[in-house]
């Protein structure tokens, strides 16, 4: 199993719409989780990160994490064109002194 | 602005010649690291330095070397580029190496092997 699973996509939604992102993870240890934005030939973008059980919101950003089900999601509200790019899921590992692992991204097109 | 700076943005090198990538970071920030990405790929952990103490990954080939010499400054040596070593090659910091510390990237660099 690998550490950290994203569905690869691509997932479509309207302008408008709601998008959803979800990530499993592996390690039951971690506590630090962090969703990157990437565009297309572009470096990783911190967007949002979630360190406890339940939502964080910013702006028409949601993180949602459940440690028991090992689970972790981000929410786009309001979904642009703009918003269209890879996003990456990255979890604290503990058994490997702390180190980021990064899924491999879903891409998110959104459609105008 | 505080920020993570790459150079080159672009390098092509020949098979076997050696290139040296390099970051500056004017966030103080402790650590810093090097991450492989291929298309369509997840970031790879190459290796980071918590201040000066080098962690190299298990999986890292020997082919890749990397200096700190300061704390703003970090460099990518890779010695004998193959075909599979076309990437972009992301530097990134964090205040330290704790699991809640996010980590910042900078543009990265695009290395094409011919």
């Known amino acids: 199993q690998k550490e950290v699973e994203q569905n690869s996509g691509p997932l479509s939604v309207p302008e408008g719409a709601i998008a959803s992102l979800n990530c499993t993870y592996s390690d039951r240890g971690s506590q630090s989780f962090f969703w990157y934005r990437q565009y297309s030939g572009k470096s990783p973008e911190l967007i949002m990160f979630i360190y406890s059980n339940g939502d964080k919101e910013d702006g028409r950003f949601t993180a949602q994490l459940n440690k028991a089900s090992q689970y972790v999601s981000l929410l786009i509200r309001d979904s642009q064109p703009s918003d269209s790019a890879t996003y990456l899921c990255a979890v604290n590992i503990m058994e490997y002194g702390n180190k980021l692992v990064f899924g491999a991204g879903t891409i998110l097109r959104v459609k105008s | 602005d505080a920020m993570v700076i790459q150079n080159p943005r672009y390098q092509v090198t020949q098979f076997g010649k050696p290139v040296t990538l390099s970051c500056s970071q004017t966030l103080n920030h402790n650590v810093m690291y090097w991450y492989q990405q291929k298309s369509s790929q997840a970031p790879k952990l190459l290796f980071h330095?918590?201040?000066?103490?080098?962690?190299n990954e298990a999986d890292t080939p020997d082919n890749f070397q990397s200096r700190r010499p300061n704390t703003s400054f970090c460099f990518l040596d890779i010695r004998s580029p193959g075909l599979g070593d076309a990437a972009m090659y992301l530097c990134?910091?964090?205040?330290?190496?704790?699991?809640?510390?996010?980590?910042?990237f900078g543009p990265g660099t695009r290395l094409t092997v011919l």
């Open positions: 330095y918590y201040d000066k103490d080098f962690n």
């Open positions: 990134a910091t964090s205040r330290d190496g704790g699991h809640s510390n996010e980590q910042f």
